[in-house]
């Protein structure tokens, strides 16, 4: 017996296992269909054995065998033979076979019932699994009556993992044998409320399915249904009982009442989604779709929740998502003639915010506005309950401000003095008087520069006339403005009875830019020398006296502790304190805008910063369209445009490709052969297997993009034997990789040389002797884009790969892949299918090595990735090829999204002020390197260019390729403080230099 | 309920097929063919449901499919199931997949179509949804291998580990 086990194990040595008859059906191409008849040959041998390890390895090729589309059912005996074996790892295999191939007329079905019920009840929970899930493939009347009861008894067992399945096996029972129903629904219903969210979800499963064919029977589930609804966090339960309720809302009118509150909390829930999902590209298609809900939306609440929405999504990280915003503006017009709304303050304050912010876009939001003032009883027809006139605070405000843009001001400025705006709230009203007085002055210039003297006299007239109305205002603040500007205008007017020309000396009063400051602006400006801010005026009040007083003193409560040392020398920790407080007064005055958190320290440390700060935000805005906006115009034209781009971009690549084409009939390449299948557009490469005769670089035509100044180089040398001349400085981290690489690379070799086939002999000795070393030597490099023009496209990477042979062979057919994430994408190239492998355009002789390159798009930069990849190929000898493969990581660092650019000082200083920069620090441990050293390194290995040093510190900057700013502060203290408007990727790159200063 | 489910590359070769209702392997491979043709000429950014074929049910049916590198994810079902619902459980599929194979490719689906079954099991069974939690997935697929390794012997298991 013991001998017969050990003959057994021998023989199996020397069968092929699943593996080796994949391998072989892929090293037969040609003969397939008889290399297949050969291997069924076999294992019709093999199934004749009497040891179950060689059935179990016949029956699991089988198995694969069958979904080529062979018919194995002769073999089911012994699948019921592998079934019933007492190792799992056979049961497996033999229940996984059953289940691919038995049916209902499968005559060997019957010999299972005891041993599955014999499995059923088996201690090995796993055992049990495995019969179940084989059960449900193939269940029979029979069967499903012969072991209702015993699968009955699992649905209560104590292990969920039997429970779930148990459960969700019983739809296959009822449908097979239907009068288990009624028996076992209770206990069904029982598992709805099982404490393991699993078995609950099948049994959801198991009940949705069932009343989709008789709704009515479960009605009176409703209320479960609805409990669970409510409570289960299980996406995939609430969906199926949504669905649910979708069959059995029409029968029963009643439950659509009650089912309208958690659905409208699942919308709020897929609302807040949104915010996360928007992009560059999908913001406008996103907010289209949205705005056509607010249109059909029918409650207020629900429509206000939706414009809220809209601005949130648009207004998210400083406008980041907004390419134009011109569509922006149309959208905030858009929203205005929404009746009823409570968030007319809040479109005011988008609308103010970006016609200061964005200067770009000043000349077409004060025509909006103007055209907004214009209509104004539009939108005040019942303003008082309604909060939307709240934008009219905001467009006189802009008409006002920037009126040197209006078109019509005159006609501006009679919309702004019509008796109706009396109705307004006060706020509004002053607004308007104050706004009216800088129109004047701007009309003013303008008809006093132009030859009528009479006009601008009548413009005074017109203040004159009716002005007086908004003196009469109830509100003492329109009251007030009212009656200084009528003042104002009467002696203007004065003035000019007597022909003076007053424009100039009007507009002064209102010259000078209202520039945004920036929260820092004031710790900018210089103490004048002489002043102790923080000296005492006065001698404070002695302990005692305080203490008197306390009770009276406004600032009583905070004096006793400090007055001892006050006056004489101030310590840090007091004035750490005052500037606190002064920081917590200033956030909550009004006019300051608020601090970034944080932001402090490098500002202080930032040498010859010495500008006040004006935030820049410099929006270049491509469109202009005259007239009322339709938000939809922009979609269409933003569409148009990247489509322009599309095609243009395809023309290029197909002209690269013809000419690709006519380089390669000259080089009679023999073409691409794909891994394996060949494609009738493939056929035509293939003519030859022959080497070519002489080898020819790619013309710089065939390259995908040319490349930009910079790149920064990752190696991976991927070896088979140990390396032991490869003593070289690379991290550990890689040498793993490496290592593991290695091991892959060597079972897959392995594997081969098991195949049985003729060269397997051949192949091992290759493999003693001769290593195959291939190294691969990845470059990335970026894409510099044009990103004033184009900011969908700052999202390129290219990848150039030198591949070098090593060994002795041909290397050809390769084809480089790479799995592709949600954020990266590799750019096939085209004609061939969109994730199909990149075929490299060349074959590579003995010890030759080439270039190709890979073009990636990546949508966010701020954190880095690896990208997963194979890369196959055939190594051709003589008489032989095999068939190759390395897996290899590509690791997209944050550092490769950055650009060298160069950054002038002022600029510079300018950014650092924005406050719309993140703050971080980072310190290099044992960095002992002369600091221009450092600088260097920096400048190299991250792509920064110095801004400025000045003595023991060094200003840097770069630019990432979506135009992030990132701006450093090195000090020889190699202690790094860090600015960058995305804090993401600004921690990474922070990590990655520590990384590099960390290897040396 | 799920009708079948599909694997293929992008030259329509099947990489695993798993069909929840009984079809000759001649309507099996016929299936298989169609489906590749409906999917394969979608193009990149059009919706990834579709009308199922005459084969498998024709409009009854709903074909859901995901394309992830060199290969197609397919399955195929009927009204009862919410078609993101799927798209979402066949992205746990291949994030399963790619924790169990670490970087899952299309070699490691073609030498181990059995293991891909096996995980399959754990989330799909008979046409009906098991389990969608990935960690439970990959908690139940390890158990069991380790009880297989456990199981097997020392040389066989050299030659397992592809």
Same mark, same amino acid.
């Given at each position: 017996?013991?001998?017969?086990?050990?003959?057994?194990?021998?023989?199996?040595?020397?069968?092929?296992?699943?593996?080796?008859?994949?391998?072989?059906?892929?090293?037969?191409?040609?003969?397939?269909?008889?290399?297949?008849?050969?291997?069924?040959?076999?294992?019709?041998?093999?199934?004749?054995?009497?040891?179950?390890?060689?059935?179990?390895?016949?029956?699991?090729?089988?198995?694969?065998?069958?979904?080529?589309?062979?018919?194995?059912?002769?073999?089911?005996?012994?699948?019921?033979?592998?079934?019933?074996?007492?190792?799992?790892?056979?049961?497996?295999?033999?229940?996984?076979?059953?289940?691919?191939?038995?049916?209902?007329?499968?005559?060997?079905?019957?010999?299972?019932?005891?041993?599955?019920?014999?499995?059923?009840?088996?201690?090995?929970?796993?055992?049990?699994?495995?019969?179940?899930?084989?059960?449900?493939?193939?269940?029979?009347?029979?069967?499903?009556?012969?072991?209702?009861?015993?699968?009955?008894?699992?649905?209560?067992?104590?292990?969920?993992?039997?429970?779930?399945?148990?459960?969700?096996?019983?739809?296959?029972?009822?449908?097979?044998?239907?009068?288990?129903?009624?028996?076992?629904?209770?206990?069904?219903?029982?598992?709805?409320?099982?404490?393991?969210?699993?078995?609950?979800?099948?049994?959801?499963?198991?009940?949705?399915?069932?009343?989709?064919?008789?709704?009515?029977?479960?009605?009176?589930?409703?209320?479960?249904?609805?409990?669970?609804?409510?409570?289960?966090?299980?996406?995939?339960?609430?969906?199926?009982?949504?669905?649910?309720?979708?069959?059995?809302?029409?029968?029963?009118?009643?439950?659509?009442?009650?089912?309208?509150?958690?659905?409208?909390?699942?919308?709020?829930?897929?609302?807040?989604?949104?915010?996360?999902?928007?992009?560059?590209?999908?913001?406008?298609?996103?907010?289209?779709?949205?705005?056509?809900?607010?249109?059909?939306?029918?409650?207020?609440?629900?429509?206000?929740?939706?414009?809220?929405?809209?601005?949130?999504?648009?207004?998210?990280?400083?406008?980041?998502?907004?390419?134009?915003?011109?569509?922006?503006?149309?959208?905030?017009?858009?929203?205005?003639?929404?009746?009823?709304?409570?968030?007319?303050?809040?479109?005011?304050?988008?609308?103010?915010?970006?016609?200061?912010?964005?200067?770009?876009?000043?000349?077409?939001?004060?025509?909006?506005?103007?055209?907004?003032?214009?209509?104004?009883?539009?939108?005040?027809?019942?303003?008082?309950?309604?909060?939307?006139?709240?934008?009219?605070?905001?467009?006189?405000?802009?008409?006002?401000?920037?009126?040197?843009?209006?078109?019509?001001?005159?006609?501006?400025?009679?919309?702004?003095?019509?008796?109706?705006?009396?109705?307004?709230?006060?706020?509004?009203?002053?607004?308007?008087?104050?706004?009216?007085?800088?129109?004047?002055?701007?009309?003013?210039?303008?008809?006093?520069?132009?030859?009528?003297?009479?006009?601008?006299?009548?413009?005074?007239?017109?203040?004159?006339?009716?002005?007086?109305?908004?003196?009469?205002?109830?509100?003492?603040?329109?009251?007030?403005?009212?009656?200084?500007?009528?003042?104002?205008?009467?002696?203007?007017?004065?003035?000019?009875?007597?022909?003076?020309?007053?424009?100039?000396?009007?507009?002064?009063?209102?010259?000078?830019?209202?520039?945004?400051?920036?929260?820092?602006?004031?710790?900018?400006?210089?103490?004048?020398?002489?002043?102790?801010?923080?000296?005492?005026?006065?001698?404070?009040?002695?302990?005692?006296?305080?203490?008197?007083?306390?009770?009276?003193?406004?600032?009583?409560?905070?004096?006793?502790?400090?007055?001892?040392?006050?006056?004489?020398?101030?310590?840090?920790?007091?004035?750490?304190?005052?500037?606190?407080?002064?920081?917590?007064?200033?956030?909550?005055?009004?006019?300051?805008?608020?601090?970034?958190?944080?932001?402090?320290?490098?500002?202080?440390?930032?040498?010859?910063?010495?500008?006040?700060?004006?935030?820049?935000?410099?929006?270049?805005?491509?469109?202009?369209?005259?007239?009322?906006?339709?938000?939809?115009?922009?979609?269409?034209?933003?569409?148009?445009?990247?489509?322009?781009?599309?095609?243009?971009?395809?023309?290029?690549?197909?002209?690269?490709?013809?000419?690709?084409?006519?380089?390669?009939?000259?080089?009679?390449?023999?073409?691409?052969?794909?891994?394996?299948?060949?494609?009738?557009?493939?056929?035509?490469?293939?003519?030859?297997?022959?080497?070519?005769?002489?080898?020819?670089?790619?013309?710089?035509?065939?390259?995908?993009?040319?490349?930009?100044?910079?790149?920064?180089?990752?190696?991976?040398?991927?070896?088979?034997?140990?390396?032991?001349?490869?003593?070289?400085?690379?991290?550990?981290?890689?040498?793993?990789?490496?290592?593991?690489?290695?091991?892959?690379?060597?079972?897959?070799?392995?594997?081969?040389?098991?195949?049985?086939?003729?060269?397997?002999?051949?192949?091992?000795?290759?493999?003693?002797?001769?290593?195959?070393?291939?190294?691969?030597?990845?470059?990335?490099?970026?894409?510099?884009?044009?990103?004033?023009?184009?900011?969908?496209?700052?999202?390129?990477?290219?990848?150039?790969?030198?591949?070098?042979?090593?060994?002795?062979?041909?290397?050809?057919?390769?084809?480089?892949?790479?799995?592709?994430?949600?954020?990266?994408?590799?750019?096939?190239?085209?004609?061939?299918?969109?994730?199909?492998?990149?075929?490299?355009?060349?074959?590579?002789?003995?010890?030759?090595?080439?270039?190709?390159?890979?073009?990636?798009?990546?949508?966010?930069?701020?954190?880095?990735?690896?990208?997963?990849?194979?890369?196959?190929?055939?190594?051709?000898?003589?008489?032989?090829?095999?068939?190759?493969?390395?897996?290899?990581?590509?690791?997209?660092?944050?550092?490769?999204?950055?650009?060298?650019?160069?950054?002038?000082?002022?600029?510079?200083?300018?950014?650092?002020?924005?406050?719309?920069?993140?703050?971080?620090?980072?310190?290099?441990?044992?960095?002992?390197?002369?600091?221009?050293?450092?600088?260097?390194?920096?400048?190299?290995?991250?792509?920064?260019?110095?801004?400025?040093?000045?003595?023991?510190?060094?200003?840097?900057?770069?630019?990432?390729?979506?135009?992030?700013?990132?701006?450093?502060?090195?000090?020889?203290?190699?202690?790094?403080?860090?600015?960058?408007?995305?804090?993401?990727?600004?921690?990474?790159?922070?990590?990655?230099?520590?990384?590099?200063?960390?290897?040396? | 309920?799920?009708?079948?489910?599909?694997?293929?590359?992008?030259?329509?070769?099947?990489?695993?097929?798993?069909?929840?209702?009984?079809?000759?392997?001649?309507?099996?491979?016929?299936?298989?063919?169609?489906?590749?043709?409906?999917?394969?000429?979608?193009?990149?950014?059009?919706?990834?449901?579709?009308?199922?074929?005459?084969?498998?049910?024709?409009?009854?049916?709903?074909?859901?499919?995901?394309?992830?590198?060199?290969?197609? +994810? *397919?399955?195929?079902? @009927?009204?009862?199931?919410?078609?993101?619902?799927? !798209? $979402? =459980? #066949?992205?746990? +599929? *291949?994030?399963?997949? @790619?924790?169990?194979?670490?970087?899952?490719?299309? !070699? $490691? =689906? #073609?030498?181990?179509?059995?293991?891909?079954?096996?995980?399959?099991?754990?989330?799909?069974?008979?046409?009906?949804?098991?389990?969608?939690?990935?960690?439970?997935?990959?908690?139940?697929?390890?158990?069991?291998?380790?009880?297989?390794?456990?199981?097997?012997?020392?040389?066989?298991?050299?030659?397992?580990?592809?």
């Amino acid at each position: 017996m013991a001998l017969k086990i050990v003959k057994g194990s021998i023989d199996r040595m020397f069968d092929k296992n699943l593996q080796d008859l994949v391998r072989g059906i892929r090293n037969h191409k040609e003969d397939e269909a008889k290399y297949i008849s050969t291997c069924i040959d076999e294992i019709k041998q093999e199934l004749k054995q009497d040891n179950i390890a060689v059935k179990a390895n016949a029956v699991c090729k089988l198995t694969y065998l069958q979904m080529l589309g062979y018919d194995v059912s002769w073999a089911a005996f012994n699948i019921v033979e592998v079934m019933s074996s007492s190792k799992f790892t056979y049961k497996r295999i033999g229940y996984l076979a059953a289940s691919q191939c038995f049916h209902e007329s499968t005559d060997v079905i019957m010999l299972t019932t005891n041993q599955i019920r014999k499995d059923l009840s088996s201690p090995n929970q796993y055992d049990t699994g495995v019969a179940l899930t084989g059960l449900s493939c193939f269940v029979t009347p029979d069967l499903a009556r012969d072991l209702a009861n015993d699968i009955m008894t699992l649905m209560s067992h104590t292990k969920p993992y039997i429970r779930k399945k148990a459960v969700l096996i019983m739809y296959k029972v009822f449908l097979k044998y239907p009068e288990s129903l009624r028996p076992a629904f209770p206990r069904l219903k029982e598992k709805l409320e099982d404490p393991d969210p699993g078995v609950q979800s099948a049994a959801v499963n198991v009940i949705c399915e069932l009343a989709r064919r008789n709704p009515k029977n479960y009605l009176s589930l409703a209320p479960l249904f609805f409990k669970l609804m409510t409570s289960s966090t299980n996406n995939w339960v609430l969906i199926k009982i949504i669905k649910l309720f979708g069959a059995l809302t029409p029968l029963e009118p009643r439950l659509g009442k009650k089912l309208i509150e958690p659905l409208t909390n699942l919308i709020h829930r897929a609302l807040d989604l949104l915010y996360g999902m928007v992009s560059k590209k999908n913001l406008m298609e996103i907010v289209k779709k949205l705005m056509l809900h607010v249109d059909k939306a029918e409650g207020t609440t629900y429509r206000d929740e939706l414009l809220t929405k809209i601005i949130d999504i648009c207004s998210q990280s400083n406008y980041q998502y907004i390419t134009n915003f011109e569509w922006y503006i149309s959208i905030l017009v858009e929203l205005t003639r929404l009746e009823g709304t409570r968030h007319g303050h809040l479109i005011a304050s988008q609308m103010l915010d970006v016609a200061i912010r964005v200067k770009a876009i000043r000349i077409f939001a004060v025509a909006q506005m103007a055209t907004l003032l214009d209509n104004a009883h539009l939108l005040t027809g019942n303003m008082q309950r309604n909060g939307i006139c709240e934008v009219l605070y905001a467009a006189a405000w802009i008409c006002g401000e920037f009126s040197e843009h209006l078109e019509n001001p005159m006609q501006t400025l009679e919309a702004m003095l019509r008796p109706k705006v009396a109705t307004l709230p006060g706020h509004i009203q002053a607004v308007y008087v104050q706004n009216a007085a800088k129109l004047f002055s701007t009309v003013l210039k303008s008809q006093e520069g132009s030859t009528e003297g009479t006009a601008a006299q009548e413009t005074s007239q017109l203040m004159i006339d009716r002005l007086p109305l908004f003196v009469q205002s109830a509100n003492l603040e329109v009251q007030e403005r009212a009656s200084c500007i009528l003042q104002l205008v009467k002696y203007i007017q004065k003035l000019q009875q007597k022909e003076v020309e007053v424009a100039e000396e009007v507009s002064a009063l209102f010259a000078g830019e209202l520039n945004p400051v920036a929260p820092k602006a004031q710790k900018k400006v210089p103490v004048p020398e002489g002043l102790d801010l923080d000296a005492w005026i006065n001698e404070p009040p002695s302990e005692s006296e305080s203490e008197d007083e306390q009770p009276k003193a406004i600032f009583a409560k905070e004096e006793p502790k400090h007055s001892r040392s006050r006056h004489t020398e101030v310590d840090e920790k007091e004035l750490a304190r005052r500037r606190e407080a002064r920081k917590q007064e200033q956030a909550n005055n009004p006019f300051y805008i608020k601090a970034s958190p944080s932001s402090q320290k490098v500002y202080q440390e930032s040498p010859g910063v010495e500008h006040i700060p004006v935030v820049q935000i410099d929006l270049t805005v491509p469109l202009k369209v005259p007239g009322l906006p339709m938000s939809d115009q922009y979609l269409k034209l933003e569409e148009e445009r990247r489509q322009k781009e599309r095609a243009d971009k395809k023309k290029k690549e197909k002209k690269k490709r013809k000419e690709k084409r006519s380089g390669r009939g000259r080089r009679h390449d023999s073409g691409p052969e794909s891994e394996e299948d060949i494609t009738p557009a493939h056929m035509v490469d293939i003519v030859t297997e022959e080497m070519p005769e002489t080898y020819i670089l790619p013309t710089p035509d065939n390259r995908l993009l040319t490349m930009s100044s910079t790149s920064i180089f990752l190696f991976f040398f991927i070896e088979q034997k140990s390396s032991k001349h490869k003593k070289k400085k690379q991290k550990k981290e890689k040498e793993e990789k490496e290592k593991k690489k290695k091991k892959k690379h060597h079972h897959h070799h392995r594997h081969h040389s098991d195949g049985g086939a003729d060269e397997s002999v051949q192949n091992g000795t290759v493999e003693d002797e001769e290593p195959l070393p291939v190294s691969m030597c990845l470059t990335l490099n970026h894409k510099v884009c044009d990103i004033q023009g184009n900011l969908q496209d700052g999202s390129q990477v290219v990848v150039s790969v030198i591949f070098e042979n090593k060994c002795d062979s041909l290397l050809k057919s390769m084809e480089f892949n790479v799995l592709d994430s949600l954020n990266s994408k590799l750019q096939r190239p085209e004609g061939s299918g969109p994730h199909d492998g990149f075929t490299v355009p060349f074959q590579l002789p003995p010890g030759v090595s080439n270039e190709a390159r890979l073009v990636f798009t990546v949508q966010s930069i701020v954190m880095p990735q690896k990208m997963k990849g194979t890369l196959t190929f055939i190594v051709k000898n003589e008489d032989s090829s095999i068939h190759e493969k390395l897996d290899f990581k590509l690791h997209f660092t944050c550092t490769s999204y950055l650009i060298t650019t160069p950054c002038y000082s002022d600029a510079f200083a300018k950014l650092l002020e924005s406050g719309d920069l993140k703050c971080s620090s980072v310190r290099l441990e044992e960095v002992n390197m002369p600091f221009h050293h450092l600088l260097a390194r920096i400048c190299f290995h991250h792509h920064f260019s110095v801004v400025e040093r000045i003595d023991s510190c060094a200003s840097m900057y770069s630019r990432s390729i979506q135009g992030h700013h990132v701006c450093l502060l090195v000090k020889t203290t190699v202690s790094i403080d860090a600015k960058c408007d995305e804090p993401t990727l600004l921690g990474n790159v922070l990590d990655e230099i520590k990384q590099t200063f960390s290897q040396c | 309920m799920i009708r079948a489910i599909l694997i293929f590359n992008n030259h329509g070769k099947p990489r695993l097929s798993k069909f929840y209702e009984h079809y000759t392997e001649d309507t099996e491979q016929q299936i298989i063919r169609e489906t590749f043709h409906l999917v394969s000429k979608r193009d990149e950014n059009v919706c990834n449901f579709l009308e199922g074929g005459m084969l498998i049910g024709g409009s009854d049916y709903k074909l859901i499919y995901r394309h992830y590198a060199t290969l197609y +994810f *397919v399955f195929c079902v @009927d009204s009862s199931e919410s078609e993101l619902g799927i !798209l $979402d =459980l #066949i992205q746990v +599929f *291949v994030e399963t997949l @790619d924790k169990c194979f670490e970087n899952v490719c299309e !070699l $490691d =689906l #073609i030498f181990h179509v059995d293991k891909v079954h096996n995980i399959l099991a754990e989330m799909v069974m008979g046409g009906m949804v098991l389990e969608t939690n990935m960690n439970e997935i990959i908690m139940q697929v390890d158990a069991q291998n380790k009880m297989e390794k456990s199981e097997t012997f020392i040389f066989q298991s050299t030659r397992q580990d592809r």
